[in-house]
T-cell receptor, first 109, second 114 residues
């Protein structure tokens, strides 16, 4: 059973910012919040991970409030190639990852 | 970054035959690896945990005698689908944690049983 909840789908246009919010209602104290991207017929690809506050890398930003009950993945200036399924996950000490349905992001020209 | 490689990328087999899928960690050692299955338009479902030097642990509802897992070295885990049937056709994906707070996935193996 998935631990997280996120929107099923989101549509956007090239050049826009896409924000996907995930609920972590029962996240454990030691768990990290991790986001993956998956293209059709490929394995998931790590995007970003954080524990609290804000993390930024070359492809995305991750915002986590103090209560850690939610997280928001921000994709700046998306392009057509960002069309994919995005998963938010809680990474625990046993390394098991429980995938929810993910958010299908469709970027249009 | 860490790399996990699966082989083959795709395979077609006849019903009743067995198929072996390999998962390798290329630049790090993995005492634990995970096997997932993904049906079309669905999410990844964890099948089993592969443990180096010991038996794999299977998730509820996964037949251990049908999905044989061997983790003979710190860089290789294999999943063998025995007596495959069309309903076993799926996308199989392995992952390996790096020992920190990251896990990397293989590129997946598309199995089609005809």
């Amino acid at each position: 059973l998935a631990k997280t909840t996120q929107p099923i789908s989101m549509d956007s246009y090239e050049g826009q910012e896409v924000n996907i919010t995930c609920s972590h209602n029962n996240i454990a104290t030691n768990d990290y919040i991790t986001w993956y991207q998956q293209f059709p017929s490929q394995g998931p690809r790590f995007i970003i991970q954080g524990y609290k506050t804000k993390v930024t890398n070359e492809v995305a930003s991750l915002f986590i409030p103090a209560d850690r009950k939610s997280s928001t993945l921000s994709l700046p200036r998306v392009s057509l190639s960002d069309t994919a399924v995005y998963y938010c996950l809680e990474f625990s000490n046993d390394y098991k990852l429980s995938f929810g349905a993910g958010t299908t992001v469709t970027v249009r020209a | 970054g860490a790399v996990v490689s699966q082989h083959p990328s795709w395979v077609i087999c006849k019903s009743g035959t067995s198929v072996k899928i390999e998962c390798r960690s290329l630049d790090f050692q993995a005492t634990t690896m995970f096997w997932y299955r993904q049906f079309p338009k669905q999410s990844l479902m964890l099948m089993a945990t592969s443990n180096e030097g010991s038996k794999a642990t299977y998730e509820q509802g996964v037949e251990k005698d049908k999905f044989l897992i061997n983790h003979a070295s710190l860089t290789l885990s294999t999943l063998t689908v025995t007596s495959a049937h069309p309903e076993d056709s799926s996308f199989y994906i392995c992952s390996a944690p790096t020992g920190t707070t990251e896990a990397f996935f293989g590129q997946g193996t598309r199995l089609t049983v005809v």
